[in-house]
């Protein structure tokens, strides 16, 4: 018997064409994507994660970035079973309208929103100094999926759309790399900044 995403959608054939991220984003079955923290306590064990649990846990606090809210995540009530239902709508939606495996068009979105490249500070003497560094692919994927997550919050925010109709609609304009959306030019700006800093 095969073990099927949201008991509907085949994990398998699922494509990552992007070699980087091709280990780090986890496409084993699950029929209920959640493992309760059962592999949070050390940071390495993200990557035997789904893909869809790490979506759906960054969409529980959007805002986070670093020690500090980057946005507000005031109005998020941290209602899993909520976003789990939302998550599974929203899948839905993707298929109606791209005909495609929603797990697919995720996997895209993830890959576009993926930056190569960015820039750090480092102190040298009395200054700081800016120097573009190449992105690891662990990081490439955390921050693509903030990216997304703030994203899709700030859409959904004072909108009549549902949530999930939010989710979805931000899922294929990402995976379609569509030039308007945030996440695509947040992606080209840092790339852009990291091209000056070299």
Do not use: C
Not at 34 to 54: A, C, F, N, W, Y
Not at 77 to 89: A, F, P
Not at 108 to 126: D, F, S
């Amino acid at each position: 018997m095969k073990v099927l995403l949201f008991n509907r959608w085949e994990t398998e054939g699922i494509e990552v064409s992007d070699p980087g991220l091709k280990r780090y984003i986890n496409l084993k079955p699950f029929i209920v994507p959640k493992t309760s923290g059962r592999l949070s306590p050390t940071s390495i064990h993200k990557v035997d994660m789904s893909i869809v649990e790490r979506f759906m846990n960054k969409l529980a606090v959007p805002g986070h970035k670093g020690k500090k809210h980057k946005l507000t995540s005031g109005h998020v009530s941290g209602r899993y079973d909520l976003l789990y239902r939302s998550v599974k709508e929203a899948f839905e939606i993707v298929e109606k309208r791209t005909k495609k495996n929603p797990l697919q068009i995720l996997v895209r979105a993830v890959e576009n929103g993926a930056l190569l490249e960015e820039v750090v500070g480092y102190r040298m003497g009395g200054i700081i100094a800016r120097k573009a560094v190449v992105t690891s692919p662990q990081r490439r994927l955390d921050v693509s999926l903030r990216l997304i997550s703030q994203n899709i919050f700030s859409r959904s925010f004072k909108s009549r759309k549902s949530f999930a109709e939010t989710i979805a609609e931000e899922l294929i304009n990402i995976a379609n790399n569509d030039q308007r959306n945030n996440v695509i030019r947040e992606r080209q700006r840092a790339e852009k900044e990291a091209e000056g800093a070299r």
